[in-house]
């Protein structure tokens, strides 16, 4: 086993299921819009990379080109329909609990505001410092200055700190922190997304058998 002292989780399909109220908010702006809207399991694959990146993809192919105003959209609509059927995946509340004793964080690209106001819901906002989105900082993920921002907050080692998360961006921004990377399979990214992180899992209780 190996000892971390840090845990910086992903959240959308790492933590916490949202893809089916994403894709239902997608769909209701491009409604909004005008725009003919798109399958579910098409905008799942949007997801990951911000807000804006979101809607950039679900317009392509229209002639609808204002992301900003798409984002402001989808945004409003969002914040109706945020928790209609997000949930925790299996086992994540317990395993953050599990870890209660260690520093634990979030570092995302969705909005803050939507991370803490979902968290806020589930009552565990607290269980974690701090909570970054992907318009907490002038930088994103795959930027690994978000990531190491947080190690230093927490004066962590790279070597005992662990990202955990379900896309290839996660492991990407992983990798070039110099962190140890955990990808889950059960997320929104698949097998293929995160096989090249440091540890693989299939379900989120793996991570008592490899950290402690």
């Known amino acids: 086993m190996q000892f971390v002292n840090l845990l910086v989780y992903d ?4 933590l ?14 491009l409604k909004e ?11 799942f694959g949007y997801i990951g ?10 317009l392509g192919g229209s002639d609808y080109f204002n992301v900003e105003d798409a984002v402001k959209v989808f945004r409003k609509i969002y914040d109706i329909h945020l928790i209609d059927q997000t ?14 004793h260690k520093k634990q964080a979030i ?3 969705k909005p803050e505001y939507f991370i803490k106001r979902i968290l806020k819901e589930f009552e565990s906002e607290t269980l ?17 200055k978000v990531l190491l921002g947080i190690v230093d907050k927490h004066q962590s080692l790279p070597d005992q700190t662990v990202l955990v998360g379900d896309s290839g961006v996660d492991i990407e921004t ?19 997304a995160v096989k090249d992180a440091d540890f693989v899992i299939d379900h989120i209780d793996e991570l008592k058998e490899l950290f402690h």
């Open 128 to 144: 974690f410092d701090p909570i970054v989105g992907g318009d907490t900082t002038p930088v994103k993920k795959p930027d690994p």
């Open 49 to 58: 990379n911000g807000v804006g990146q979101l809607l950039e993809r679900a």
């Open 87 to 100: 949930k925790y995946y299996p086992g994540c509340r317990q395993i953050v609990e599990h870890f209660s």
């Open 16 to 29: 916490v299921d949202t893809k089916d109220d994403i894709a239902l908010s997608v769909n209701l702006t």
């Open 11 to 14: 959240f959308d399909g790492t």
């Open 33 to 43: 819009l005008g725009l003919p809207q798109k399958d579910p399991s098409e905008i």
């Open 107 to 109: 570092c995302s690209n």
């Open 174 to 192: 992983g990798k070039r922190a110099g962190v140890l990377t955990c990808g889950v399979t059960y997320g929104i990214g698949g097998k293929e």
